[in-house]
């Protein structure tokens, strides 16, 4: 054998020696994606989650040089596309848009996943509800609102926003908990999502509802319906005259529904950090901004590590609201 060929194999075995030792295939870490991805949503097309997930994937694709296909995995409350991602294999193929719904649903007992079970790569987007009343109210301000709430017996004001415990729901018995209330002060009328709650409230069905002021855009902008407060931090750009409830009431309670990239427990670290990295490049670009920007989503960044830390600290939460609406079964 030729010297330059012995070296060449001497390399070449070397090279395979060391991805071995971390479980890959050769060149996998240097070459990655050398295949197309999968991109798992554990929600319908055509939702937020999903469109989220479309501008996302279309711009990895476009850093990455691969394509990354979405693919909708749907039912059991998104148990079924949450499951597809966790038992997926960690090889950096398959990756999803995990939702707030990870950190809620073992605690209904409806799957033993958590936000642990994954790999996190990023958070890339954060929506907090807001409390928006019909524009035939006679509810002006927040503080008006949650007066007449603390005035009147339990239940007899009405919500909805979203299903028995859900995110929307699970918000209003947080406030109610931060106002020092019963967590059914407010009853609570399922249904199968904002659009069709707002309808109801619109329509004079509901005193309140507690969905995403995106979600209740097209309502508000109907002049059916105006929105009082939101439970963020700070003031949502995209609507820059709702008030937050510390602004409004001195109560200082934040939520939300939040959506990041996560990959199959156990993915190389070195594959995370790229995909991390070029999230970043996701996130950052005018193309991202504007498109959320233009359906009033709210993009919030977190990397690997703070997305990790921001969803043990939902996990918490959720798990207290559950457990004061005696939703939990944990």
Not at 10 to 19: E, I, L
Not at 97 to 113: D, K
């Amino acid at each position: 054998m030729p010297n330059i060929t012995r070296r060449a194999f001497a390399a070449s075995s070397a090279a395979v020696a060391a991805t071995a030792g971390l479980g890959l295939k050769p060149g996998f870490a240097q070459g990655y994606p050398a295949r197309p991805v999968t991109v798992i949503v554990p929600w319908g097309a055509g939702g937020g989650t999903d469109a989220t997930a479309r501008i996302v994937a279309a711009l990895l694709e476009k850093d990455l040089g691969q394509p990354f296909n979405v693919v909708n995995r749907t039912g059991g409350s998104g148990v079924v596309g949450h499951s597809a991602i966790a038992s997926a294999q960690p090889d950096g193929y398959t990756i999803g848009m995990i939702t707030v719904e990870i950190s809620m649903m073992h605690w209904q007992g409806l799957t033993e996943l958590g936000p642990r079970s994954y790999t996190p790569l990023a958070l890339m987007n954060e929506d907090p509800p807001g409390i928006s009343v019909s524009a035939s109210s006679p509810y002006k301000t927040v503080k008006e609102l949650a007066d007449a709430i603390k005035a009147a017996p339990p239940g007899k004001l009405k919500a909805s926003g979203t299903g028995q415990g859900g995110i929307w729901h699970l918000a209003l018995v947080g406030w109610m908990k931060a106002m020092g209330l019963p967590a059914n002060q407010v009853g609570w009328v399922p249904s199968n999502g904002a659009a069709p709650a707002m309808q109801d409230l619109a329509a004079g069905g509901l005193d309140l509802c507690t969905c995403s002021i995106p979600e209740a855009r097209a309502i508000i902008e109907a002049g059916k319906a105006r929105a009082l407060a939101i439970m963020a931090p700070a003031r949502n750009p995209s609507f820059p005259d709702v008030a937050t409830l510390k602004e409004a009431m001195g109560i200082d309670y934040s939520t939300g529904a939040w959506r990041g990239i996560a990959a199959p427990k156990g993915l190389p670290a070195e594959i995370a950090t790229k995909l991390t990295a070029s999230l970043q490049k996701v996130y950052d670009s005018k193309e991202f901004k504007d498109f959320m920007g233009n359906r009033g989503f709210g993009t919030v960044w977190g990397d690997a590590a703070k997305f990790a830390e921001f969803m043990d600290k939902g996990d918490a939460q959720m798990g207290d609201a559950m457990k004061a609406a005696g939703l939990s079964k944990a």
